[in-house]
Structure formats: C-alpha cells, structure tokens
C-alpha cells in the first residue's frame, strides 16, 4: 500500500483550447485520473472493489499549460475517513520551451466501494488510517 502516486499526460493538438492553451477540461480529467490511480492503489490490499470521486475542492489553474508540455501529476493521499480518502493533487507542467511550473493543484475526495447484489456501488469501510499505512 503507498500513499504516494504519479500519473502523466502529454500536452497535443486535439487538447488545446480556442485560447492556444490546454483546455482546463482535460486538466480536470487527468487530476481525476492522476487521484483515482492514487486512490486505488492505497486499496490494493483491502476488499474495495475500486474508489469513485466523491468531490473535487480546492482547483486552482495556476499557470497556462502549452501544446508539447508534459504534464506530470503527484498524487497523494492526505486524509483518510472511513470511507472516504482525500487525494491532493498537484499537476506540474514541463517542456524544453517553458519549463518546469507547478500548473494545477486540487484536493480530492474518493470513496471506497464495493458492488452489492444488483451490482451498484455501495460505500464500503476502508479501514485505513494513514499512520497504519506502510
Ligand atoms: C459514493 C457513494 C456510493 C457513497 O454514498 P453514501 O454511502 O450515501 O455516502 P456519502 O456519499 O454520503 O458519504 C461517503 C463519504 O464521503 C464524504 N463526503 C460526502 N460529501 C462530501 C463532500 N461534499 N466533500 C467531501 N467529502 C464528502 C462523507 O463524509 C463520507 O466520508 P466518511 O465515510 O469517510 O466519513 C455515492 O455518494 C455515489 O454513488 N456518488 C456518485 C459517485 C460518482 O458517480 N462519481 C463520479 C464517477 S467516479
């Protein structure tokens, strides 16, 4: 189990916005994505089925992000509840041409769940606390 994550996304053409810049929707998906891979990791070892996004706080666009960045994003875990876990995300930009900026930062909250017997997703008690996490 880790509460420590990375997930990364380039920068192309069919995502830049009328303005020349990363459309911030994107931006959105991959913090989502970067948390949800966060999130199911510091699963691994318990009986959740997966975790889906409770809410998304704190987003801040902080620099414009350009065609042929990567953009790396550093998950982690920072809170647990019972069922719920909140992810900080922090999406940097980088390329030859611009750099390295921290671009986008958002605190994320996922729920652990699990499948009932029609199959729906139902929360589900995690169990962990971050100073059992190892
Ligand atoms: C996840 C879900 C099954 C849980 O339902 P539930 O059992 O009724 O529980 P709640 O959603 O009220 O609360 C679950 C946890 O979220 C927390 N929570 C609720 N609202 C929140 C908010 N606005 N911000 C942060 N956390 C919140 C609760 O405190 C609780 O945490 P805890 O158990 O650690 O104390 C249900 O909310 C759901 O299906 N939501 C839609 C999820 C979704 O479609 N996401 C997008 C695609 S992944």
């Known amino acids: 189990m880790s509460n420590i994550s990375e997930y990364s996304e380039l920068v192309q053409p069919t995502h830049i916005n009328t303005a020349g810049t990363l459309f911030g929707g994107y931006m959105l998906a991959w913090l989502d994505l970067a948390a949800a891979k966060a999130a199911t990791e510091f699963l691994e070892d318990t009986d959740a089925w997966g975790a889906v996004t409770r809410a998304l706080d704190k987003v801040e666009f902080k620099e414009p992000v350009f065609l042929g ?21 922090r999406a940097y930009a980088q390329s030859k041409d611009h750099g390295k900026r921290l671009a986008c930062t958002a605190d994320i909250t996922f729920v652990a769940v699990v499948k009932d017997e029609n199959g729906s997703l139902i929360s589900f008690n995690h169990n962990i606390s971050l100073n059992e996490e190892k």
């Not at 550093?74 to 719920?84: C, D």
């Open 69 to 89: 960045d990567w953009v790396k994003c550093k998950s982690e875990i920072v809170k647990t509840g019972t069922t719920s876990m909140v992810v900080q995300v």
